[in-house]
């Protein structure tokens, strides 16, 4: 059946947003309105007659509002085939209406979970008989239209508006769709209320997410790939996804993984002194703190020039005119910051295709979560790193320990090498990365990748020798042979931060000894691939 005249309409929203306009349309439309509660009192507040789904039932609400539309005249006028002979033989002998439409939106349990309520008033706001009856019209589509979101009223309207009162096929199809993800949605989220705080469990065996589509995406990761960004439904921490984008060309996906990656590494250094990372790949090319955001950007880009060419850039501090008249001297992609002062703004406005990104706060780098990976046939899922070690925690392990700046450029070197791509080699000196080696298939190779880099910069900046020279050198794991060690060495570095470990351990140690460096093990390593 194409064409159905709405005649009567079932509303009960927990959500009153245009409520009242879209029962104003229908009784335009000669519509009987039926509805419970405080969707009934709205409606006839604005001056529309409603009758209470008591009576149209027959029956009473009860159990404090637990039971009012589970009957057999709200779901027989909803499941009903209009054209069976049957079906319409039941209607008229036990007097069921037929319900063309249905309005509903369910209980705010995600809205409750989120304001810390208690176990109690959360079950209550678990919906019943919202999620039947949208299911009963989705399921019936071909006779009944089912509205489940605010956001699609003012469609439904202009088709009613344009039919006379109808609805058509691909309309009640579209909205059916919309209904069954909704309801899955919902119990994707009670589910995993249950699940995770309610009886703690992290892996539960049968686990459902729930994501609403934020926006198409240029493209993927390749212009002949197809993207979009999701957001979670239900509480999420704050991240690059909730973003607000002030200027610039519509995202990809590269640059909001790109973004993500800087975003998470700068936020490791929230609470510190003014710091920027550059990311190029999702891996970082360039970090620095200083004493300003100008200074830090100039430290971080010195590191890698050549990589940052078309980079995203994230700084920890509000990004004022000169670090971004500075930022502005090479093509950049994306600049995430917490947010931006006029002049920033005024600088970035004369680059349209830079996308710049205010976060407002930063994420807190020590928060708990899951990060999902598809693979082939499944999906992975695991606790997100938030591991962090602290000074005391480290293990001394060398004959000589590291004088304090030495430590200092372990611990920055650390924290950066927790976020490159593994094998990770990180070479810091002063607070900013003098070479960065990532993704290799041995250690060896990241360590002597990072002190080419090292060279190079200083060929660029005229410097007398590379910054590997006198630096601390950060191992995402431990070193499986001395060669890795060896090629630290030959760089320069005076000082080593890795986990530790390895079979050979004391063979690395020992190398280490030898060469004079100071070596601690952190007793925790960073794989990120």
């Not at 579209?174 to 119990?187: E, Q």
């Not at 090479?330 to 976060?359: H, M, Y």
Request: glycine share 8%.
């Amino acid at each position: 059946m194409s064409g159905v005249k709405v005649t009567r309409a079932l509303l009960s929203v927990s959500d009153k947003t245009g409520l009242v306009a879209l029962g104003q349309a229908l009784a335009r439309h000669g519509v009987e309105l039926l509805s419970t509660g405080g969707t009934a009192k709205a409606l006839r507040e604005a001056g529309l007659a409603v009758k209470d789904v008591s009576d149209h039932t027959g029956f009473p609400e009860m159990m404090d509002g637990r039971v009012k539309t589970l009957h057999p005249k709200v779901h027989g006028g909803l499941l009903a085939v209009r054209d069976n002979a049957e079906h319409a033989a039941a209607m008229a002998e036990h007097n069921i209406p037929p319900i063309d439409l249905v309005v509903v939106n369910l209980y705010p349990f995600a809205q409750t979970v989120a304001r810390g309520a208690a176990r109690d008033e959360i079950i209550e706001n678990i919906d019943i008989g919202g999620p039947s009856m949208v299911r009963s019209a989705a399921k019936n589509h071909e006779y009944v239209a089912i509205l489940t979101d605010p956001a699609d009223y003012e469609a439904f309207v202009a088709e009613i508006e344009a039919s006379g009162g109808s609805t058509s096929l691909e309309l009640r199809r579209r909205l059916a769709a919309r209904a069954f993800a909704a309801t899955a949605a919902y119990d994707a989220m009670i589910s995993q209320w249950f699940a995770g705080v309610d009886q703690g469990e992290k892996f539960p065996p049968v686990r459902a997410m729930a994501s609403r589509l934020a926006m198409p995406l240029r493209y993927g990761e390749n212009p002949h790939q197809e993207a979009a960004l999701y957001l979670p439904m239900g509480p999420a921490a704050p991240g690059i996804a909730q973003a607000r984008q002030v200027q610039g060309k519509e995202l990809s996906y590269n640059n909001l993984n790109d973004a993500d990656a800087a975003l998470e590494l700068v936020s490791e250094f929230r609470d510190g002194p003014p710091t920027v990372v550059i990311v190029k790949h999702a891996n970082p090319c360039g970090v620095a703190t200083a004493d300003t955001l100008i200074e830090a950007y100039r430290q971080a880009l010195a590191c890698d020039s050549v990589s940052a060419f078309g980079g995203i850039i994230a700084v920890n501090r509000p990004l004022d005119g000169p670090t971004a008249e500075a930022i502005s001297g090479i093509f950049t992609e994306v600049v995430a910051a917490p947010d931006a002062d006029e002049a920033a703004k005024a600088v970035f406005a004369k680059k349209k295709n830079l996308r710049l990104l205010l976060t407002g706060d930063l994420p807190d780098p020590a928060r708990r979560g899951q990060q999902v990976k598809v693979i082939a046939g499944g999906v992975l899922l695991q606790d997100r790193d938030n591991g962090r070690v602290s000074r005391d925690m480290l293990k001394v392990v060398t004959k000589r320990a590291p004088d304090a700046r030495e430590m200092d450029d372990c611990m920055f070197a650390w924290t950066v090498a927790k976020h490159v791509k593994s094998n990770a080699i990180v070479y810091a000196k002063d607070g900013a990365t003098a070479g960065i080696g990532a993704g290799q298939m041995n250690r060896r190779d990241s360590a002597r990748i990072a002190a080419a880099k090292a060279r190079e910069a200083a060929e660029t900046n005229g410097w007398d020798a590379p910054r590997t020279v006198g630096s601390a050198v950060a191992s995402d794991a431990f070193f499986p042979f001395a060669d890795g060690l060896l090629a630290a060495v030959e760089a320069g570095a005076t000082a080593v931060i890795q986990p530790g470990g390895s079979v050979r351990d004391e063979e690395v140690i020992a190398a280490a000894d030898e060469a004079g460096l100071a070596m601690v093990f952190t007793g925790m390593r960073h794989f990120r691939h």
